[in-house]
């Protein structure tokens, strides 16, 4: 039972994960495209269970301060608090997620001709790969202590911890086919990823007792992050309906 709570959990926290992997293998030559998730999340996988094993062994380490800005100190009005291992990752995936998305939407405001203007600069699969096992640990801190949390139990935590990679690579060709057919949808995953990250940079901020201009910064909570996706999908489909609706109508008046 602990077993199939953890294969859920990691289900549910991956979600995002595995957006950002579609989106990301998207960099690389069509022909590899479906090599590079493989890979990537593979190799994942592997240094999940590894991290996993340093957290069993040395979680104290990760929750030591390796910063510390009190109060007190000259910039203590402007920002305050006291960064650990664990915030500081937190803290730089979020970063990273939000730079991703601002570009990449950005970017596709700026093309003025879609049929070519989508065709970026592909990368290398090494660094492609790269970039989706640094972001797969990034995302998995949560899932890990989640499950540690759940049960001391080793072996039952790295086996969820196999199959959610399975499931992973099973379903990233389904989505990165569902997001290629379906371009209006990316831009909704870039929006999603775009919260992701400040979820992220919160959770980090709430992490290392964060205060900016003597605020504290709150983490969004899973709650509410999963209430604004769904609220953002309904939009999202709503209105690409009405819009069709819209276009059949011009379509007959012009017609006529």
């Known amino acids: 039972m602990t077993l199939g709570m953890l294969v859920m959990l990691q289900a549910v926290l991956g979600f995002d994960n595995l957006l950002y992997i579609s989106l990301e293998s998207k960099r690389a030559p069509a022909a590899s495209q479906k090599r590079v998730r493989t890979i990537g999340i593979a190799l994942a996988v592997v240094l999940r ?18 910063l510390t ?22 803290l730089f995936g979020g970063v990273f997620i939000l730079y991703t998305a601002l570009k990449e939407i950005m970017h596709l405001l700026a093309i003025e001709d879609l049929a070519h203007g989508l065709e970026k600069e592909k990368s290398s699969e090494a660094a492609i790969i790269t970039a989706i096992v640094l972001m797969n640990l990034v995302f998995s801190f949560d899932s ?15 086996t969820a911890i196999i199959i959610s990679g399975i499931l992973m690579i099973a379903l990233a060709d389904g989505v990165s086919e ?9 831009v909704l995953g870039l929006f999603v990823l775009l919260i992701v990250g400040v979820m992220l940079m919160g959770e980090g901020g709430h992490l290392a007792h964060l205060h900016l201009f003597n605020y504290p910064v709150e983490p ?10 769904v609220t953002m999908v309904l939009i999202d489909v709503v209105q690409g309906r009405y819009q069709k609706k819209l276009l059949r109508e011009q379509s007959r008046q012009i017609a006529a």
């Open 49 to 66: 269970i590894v991290l996993l094993f340093v957290l069993v062994k040395a979680i104290d380490s990760f929750q030591t301060p390796l």
């Open 69 to 90: 800005l009190p109060e007190e100190s000259p910039v203590g009005s402007v920002v305050s608090g006291s960064f650990n291992l664990h915030a500081i990752i937190v």
């Open 144 to 158: 890990i202590l989640s499950a540690m949390a759940l049960t001391k139990v080793f072996w039952v935590m790295a």
């Open 178 to 186: 569902f997001l290629k057919k379906n371009r209006l949808y990316e």
């Open 220 to 229: 969004l909570s899973k709650t509410t992050f999963y209430f604004t996706i």
